[in-house]
Each structure stands twice: as structure tokens, then as C-alpha cells.
């Protein structure tokens, strides 16, 4: 036993495995002296996967090819330790069945319920907390799926929905199907890539709720209490800038008062930790099963970026009887933290699995034709909920970011290689071997037509600067300016790691800059430095994430101070003293994984050198989502190809199919 603790020990040295992952194993180790050595590997590891963001280790996968499924040794790892590559051995060389028969002590591996600290359901090993989390997130969910007593009928509304979707297109109108079918359930999705109208579909479904519950559908005239959330600030500022001009443009005249409408929705979107009430001084948040959130209606926006403990925090929190609404696009990266939700709530989005009746339902509702490809008589109860919006209406068919974006998701690399060669309009692909060529692609966006790089940011931070006797209203429209500018180009880096890494690009970047005389430093706090936000900070009101530009000030003799100016809604900017910052990042360049929920006009994805598991096709997507008008593909082509050929599956259970689920749960 000790020597398994011994060899994870050398994993941990070697950074193979979280301190967190030893500790796991040696905390049952010293609770259990009897416990096999197996079996705390396994405890290892199954901690070990949820900081890779699965919920739970697959034991099938682990004995079929274990080094994918722990993706050890790691990309980076060049010379390994033989401990580590020992132990790594062993593990691929056990089988399912002998993992199984080491899991059978009792007082340490439950198949469900109990007090042990791993739960082994089927061939899925969680901490049990994950399991919880899970159950609990399942209950909820499916709780919610049943038909709501309180729904309107469907010609009622008809009467309504054909006066917010005035318009007939081609084809079913999705948005209108969303909005029907999420009156019908307590839960409800709306998934779509960038620009399908999510945002606007929901802002028409909450009016659509209002005008039911105003005319007494559920017992009597009332007004719903909604209130919208987002897992980041800056998501949450970004919806709430959409939903506000969601609003302002809702043909509402037809469906009562409008001034009584717009006051009805929500356009204030908080961090789904504010929602919660979340406290620096204590463990868990404020609203939870005993205190629950006073609404009705909850709308998540992101849905895709929140992992399965803070959706185990929110359902906890709902009152039975709200209505959970989620949006986002399932086909972006999925969240750090374990669960990858959304993904998993719409694995069959794509292919519809309405019911015939659900099919009825909607013609009824809507007048809208479900094509009968994406009828299923065994479609399940969540496949109902979930309706997939498919048309951009950013990107048109001919939009090269648009088409790209559909290649890519599509994993069909034959078509990525057409767009590359054909060329589109919008779209670049640079190498990025040398100092040299990161040089143009940097300062100037790198192509002749209108895009812009990281100097025209610097050039807003020097040239606007307003004169020093000039009062604080100046100060602050120059730095909204800034962050106006600096949101005009983003440099995604894929890995961490490596020359091609966010911490070597963010260093490259700045001594780049700092040569050609647009930064006064490269190192240290300097006017023009932009910085992230690495860990929340509730005593500043900043979280994880948030982004700010560091500006030079007047101060008290002719030597300016620094600040650093974050967006703080509707314009307007918080000024923050650089020491009081604990964990910021410079940001010239940041990781994929941290622009989600953010979008920028021209984005330049860089590529590492070499192939890493982290370059999927759920990365590229979302590297290029993030594009407005323009995206750079700066690196080797071929490396793209591989990525888009490398879909992302996570661990998990929560979905399993309704006979599985009976197996497990029991009758
Ligand atoms: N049915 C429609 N017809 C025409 N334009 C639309 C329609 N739906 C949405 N739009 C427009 O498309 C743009 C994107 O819509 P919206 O912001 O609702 O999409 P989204 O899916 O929430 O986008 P994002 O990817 O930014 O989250 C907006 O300008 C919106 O006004």
C-alpha cells in the first residue's frame, strides 16, 4: 500500500498529479489501513480526472487505453521519471474487471447512497461529492421536465407568439419553437453557435411568461419575479448589454402596456456567485435548500461555462416550482471546473427527438412544421426541452468566419482545407515561426484590410490621453475609450505552455511592443498594460477573469500615478490601485479557455508548435466565435486539421438513457 502511495508521491513531483490527488488517496489510506493499493490508485485518479474537468473516472476507458484517458504523461513532459512511468504501467495494465474486484470494500466504495468516499456506479468512479453533485443536478432537472400544470394552452399561445415573431422565413423559426416549447416544462435549453438569436429568444419568451402570468393562466394575474445570471462579470456584462437592446426592440405595443413589459424583464444580469449569495467569509453561499431564491423565472446565459458543483448550488437554491432556463452553445469549450452540463443536456440536440405529439404541440403553438427528420416516437422527456436555434444571423452562408466555424465543428477536414486554399473573405492563415512574422500579425492585425492589432489600442492610450488639468469625466471616457479599443483585437494562445504559450506570447508581446516605443516598460506595472484577473476578489468586486488597462493618471507633482481602469457596466469605469490587485496576468495574449463569454472584432488564434491533447475541435470553435469581422489563423494549418479531428468527450452520468437510469436509481 505504501508503495502505491510512494509511486503517486513521484507523480506529484514529477506534476503528473495534484496535491489534492495524493492527499485524497492518502486520507482513505490512513482511514483505512486495509485498503488495496489499487483501490487508492483509483481514488487518485478519479480525483486526479475531476481537475481535467471530468465528473468521474470511466473505468471501461482507463482499462482500455489509460494513458488517453488520464492523458498522462502529460504534453509537455519530455524526460519522465521512471517511478512515474512505472506506476503508469501498471495502471494500463489492469483490467476492468480487476479494477471492479478491487472496489467491492464496503466501508470505502458504495454503488450508491451511503457514507463512503467513492461511489462506483456502473463502471463510473466518483468522489462521492461529484455523485451527489450529480444526483442532485438530475433530480432537479427532471423534476422540472414534467409537463407544467400551470401552461398555457396552445392556442393561447399562438395569439402571442405570432406577435413577437411577426416574420415568416424559410424553414421552421426556431426561435419561436424555443419560446413554445420553454412555456411547456420548468426547464428548458436553448442552444445555438454565435448570432442565432438566443438572446433575443429569450427576451421574447420572458415577455411571453409575463403576458401569461399577467393574464391569470396559473391561478390568477400576477408578475413573474426574473432575474438572469452568467458564470463570469464579463459574460454578465455582455448580456447585459444584448438584453437590453433585446428589449428595446420587442414589438411589445400588441401584448399590453410596453412600459409595463420593459419593466417586467430583467436587463440586470449578475454572476451566478452574486445570485447565490456568495460570502468571502464562509464556506457555501447564502441561497441554498433552506433559503431559497426569491423568483420564478432563472435565466443562465454561458451555460456552457458552468460546471457541475455551482449547477448543484443553483437547482439547490430554486424553488420547486421556478422555471430554469439555459442558453448557450453547447459546442464550445466546456467549463474548467468538472461537468461539461451543456454538452451533455444537448448530445442530441442536433437530430431534434421530438415526439409526434411534442410535434403536434408545436404546429398547434406556433403554426411551425417540425421537419420529420427530427421526429423520433422514442425521442426522451429532456430531448423535448432542448431546441437547438440553427440559423446565424450574424454570419450569412457566404460569412468566412461563419463557414469556417461550421467546418470545424462539423470535424470535416476536407472542407477546412477548401477554405484554407479557396481563401474567405474575413478569414487568414499566417505561419508564426519567428519574432518576425508575430511582428505585423501584433502591431497591425497583419493583413492590408482594415483590421486592427495591438497598436491601435497603444495608440488610443497615448494620443487621447486627456491633458492633466483636465477633470475626471475626461479620465474616464479615455479609459472607456481604451477598453473600447483594446476589445477590438484579442490573441488567443491554445496552451499555456511553449514558445507558443500565453505566458511566452504575453512576455513576446510586450517587449515587442515595448521596442518599437508603444509601452514605457515591459515588465512591472506600466501605462498600457492590460491585465486579467486570475482569482475572484469580493472585497474589489472583481472575479476570475475580468479584464482591465492599466492608465497613467495626473498625480500630486509632475510624475503621473497608475490605476487600472475596469468596465463597470453602461460605460462607465472603476478605477483600481495596482497593489491592490493579489493575482492579475498581463494580457496581451490570453488562453481560449479564458475569452469564452467575450468577443472581440479580430481574433488571431495562435497554435502551438506541436501537437498537445488540449488543441480539440471545442477549442478551435470557440477561438474562432469569438470573431466578429475578422479571425487570423496564425500557425501551421496542418496542426488545425489535426485539432478539428480531436473532439472533446467528458466523463459523466447525468444523462444516462431512461432505462439505464432506472437500472442504477432503482424502482
Ligand atoms: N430572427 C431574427 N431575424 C433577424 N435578426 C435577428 C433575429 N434574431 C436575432 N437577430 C439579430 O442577430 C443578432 C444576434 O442575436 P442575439 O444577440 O439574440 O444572438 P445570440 O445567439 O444571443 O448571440 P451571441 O452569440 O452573441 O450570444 C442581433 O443583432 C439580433 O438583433
Known amino acids: 500500500m505504501s508503495d502505491v502511495l510512494e509511486a503517486l508521491r513521484a507523480w506529484v513531483d514529477a506534476g503528473w498529479l495534484r496535491e489534492v490527488d495524493y492527499a485524497f488517496a492518502a486520507f482513505i489510506a490512513a482511514e483505512a489501513p486495509d485498503a488495496p493499493g489499487r483501490l487508492l490508485l483509483a481514488a487518485a485518479l478519479a480525483s486526479h480526472q475531476l481537475g481535467r474537468g471530468h465528473v468521474c473516472l470511466d473505468l471501461a476507458a482507463l482499462a482500455s487505453d489509460a494513458g488517453e484517458t488520464l492523458a498522462l504523461p502529460p504534453d509537455d513532459e519530455v524526460d519522465t521519471l521512471e517511478p512515474a512511468q512505472g506506476l503508469l504501467r501498471e495502471v494500463g495494465s489492469t483490467s476492468l474487471r480487476e479494477w471492479r474486484a478491487v472496489l467491492t470494500q464496503q466501508h470505502l466504495v458504495a454503488a450508491g447512497e451511503g457514507a463512503t468516499p467513492l461511489v462506483l456506479a456502473g463502471t463510473r468512479l466518483y468522489l462521492r461529492r461529484y455523485w451527489q453533485h450529480e444526483q442532485s443536478v438530475r433530480k432537479a432537472l427532471q423534476a422540472r421536465l414534467v409537463s407544467d400544470d400551470g401552461a398555457a394552452s396552445p392556442p393561447r399561445l399562438r395569439g402571442a407568439l405570432d406577435l413577437l415573431f411577426p416574420g415568416s422565413g424559410e424553414g421552421p423559426d426556431w426561435q419561436k419553437v424555443a419560446c413554445a416549447l420553454a412555456t411547456r416544462s420548468r426547464f428548458a435549453v436553448v442552444t445555438g453557435g454565435p448570432g442565432t438569436g438566443k438572446t433575443t429568444t429569450v427576451v421574447k419568451l420572458l415577455a411571453l411568461l409575463q403576458h401569461i402570468a399577467a393574464r391569470g393562466a396559473d391561478g390568477g394575474a400576477r408578475r413573474l419575479r426574473i432575474r438572469l445570471a452568467a458564470p463570469t462579470g464579463k459574460a454578465a456584462a455582455r448580456l447585459n448589454d444584448s438584453i437590453s437592446r433585446a428589449v428595446d426592440a420587442l414589438p411589445l405595443a400588441q401584448l399590453g402596456s410596453p412600459e409595463l413589459m420593459r419593466a417586467a424583464i ?46 448543484a448550488a443553483l437547482v439547490a437554491a430554486l424553488p420547486p416550482r421556478a422555471r430554469l432556463i439555459l442558453l448557450g452553445d453547447k459546442d464550445q469549450l466546456a467549463s474548467v471546473e468538472a461537468g461539461g452540463l451543456l454538452g451533455e443536456l444537448c448530445r442530441r440536440a442536433d437530430g431534434g427527438h421530438f415526439l409526434p405529439e411534442t410535434a403536434r404541440w408545436v404546429l398547434d403553438a406556433t403554426g411551425e412544421v417540425v421537419p420529420p427528420a427530427l421526429v423520433d416516437k422514442n425521442g426522451e422527456p429532456l430531448d423535448q426541452a432542448v431546441v437547438m436555434l440553427r440559423r446565424s444571423h ?84 479615455w479609459a472607456a475609450n481604451v477598453l473600447a479599443a483594446y476589445s477590438r483585437f484579442q490573441l488567443l494562445c491554445a496552451v499555456r505552455r ?140 496542418g496542426l488545425l486539421e489535426v485539432a478539428v479531428q480531436r473532439p472533446t468527450r467528458r466523463s459523466g452520468g447525468l444523462l444516462l438513457r431512461s432505462d439505464e437510469q432506472a437500472h442504477q436509481l432503482g424502482p
Request: proline share 6%; net charge negative.
Open 394 to 477: 450574424r454570419f450569412d452562408s457566404k460569412s468566412g468566419i461563419g463557414q469556417l466555424a461550421d467546418a470545424v465543428n462539423a470535424g470535416d477536414v476536407a472542407q477546412v482545407r477548401r477554405l484554407r486554399e479557396q481563401g474567405r473573405e474575413g478569414v487568414a492563415w499566417r505561419e508564426l515561426a519567428t519574432d518576425a512574422a508575430l511582428r505585423p500579425l501584433v502591431l497591425d492585425g497583419g493583413e492590408p484590410d482594415g483590421r486592427v492589432g495591438l497598436r491601435h489600442y497603444l495608440e488610443v492610450v497615448q494620443a487621447q490621453r486627456p491633458a492633466a488639468e483636465a477633470g475626471p469625466e475626461a479620465f474616464e471616457a
Open 498 to 637: 511553449g514558445p507558443h504559450g500565453v505566458e511566452r506570447m504575453n512576455e513576446r508581446v510586450a517587449q515587442l511592443l515595448h521596442r518599437e516605443g508603444l509601452l514605457p516598460a515591459s515588465q512591472g506595472w506600466y501605462c498600457g498594460r492590460p491585465v486579467m484577473v486570475t482569482a475572484n476578489d469580493y472585497s474589489l468586486g472583481l472575479m476570475n477573469g475580468d479584464v482591465g488597462v492599466t492608465l497613467e493618471l495626473p498625480g500630486p507633482d509632475e510624475r503621473g500615478v497608475l490605476r487600472v481602469a475596469f468596465p463597470s457596466g453602461e460605460g462607465r469605469v472603476r478605477w483600481v490601485l495596482p497593489s491592490r490587485l493579489q493575482s492579475v496576468e498581463t494580457v496581451f495574449a490570453m488562453t481560449v479557455h479564458k475569452s469564452q463569454g467575450s468577443e472581440f472584432e479580430h481574433v488571431a488564434l495562435l497554435l502551438p508548435e506541436r501537437d498537445s491533447r488540449v488543441l480539440t475541435r471545442e477549442l478551435v470553435y470557440t477561438g474562432i466565435t469569438r470573431a466578429r469581422r475578422w479571425f487570423t489563423v496564425a500557425g501551421s494549418a
Open 266 to 311: 430583467p436587463s440586470q444580469v449578475e454572476t451566478v456567485h452574486r445570485l447565490l449569495g456568495s460570502s468571502p467569509m464562509r464556506r457555501g453561499f447564502r441561497h441554498d435548500e433552506h433559503n431559497p431564491l426569491p423568483l420564478d423565472v432563472l435565466v443562465l446565459d454561458e451555460a456552457s461555462m458552468v460546471g457541475l458543483e455551482a449547477m
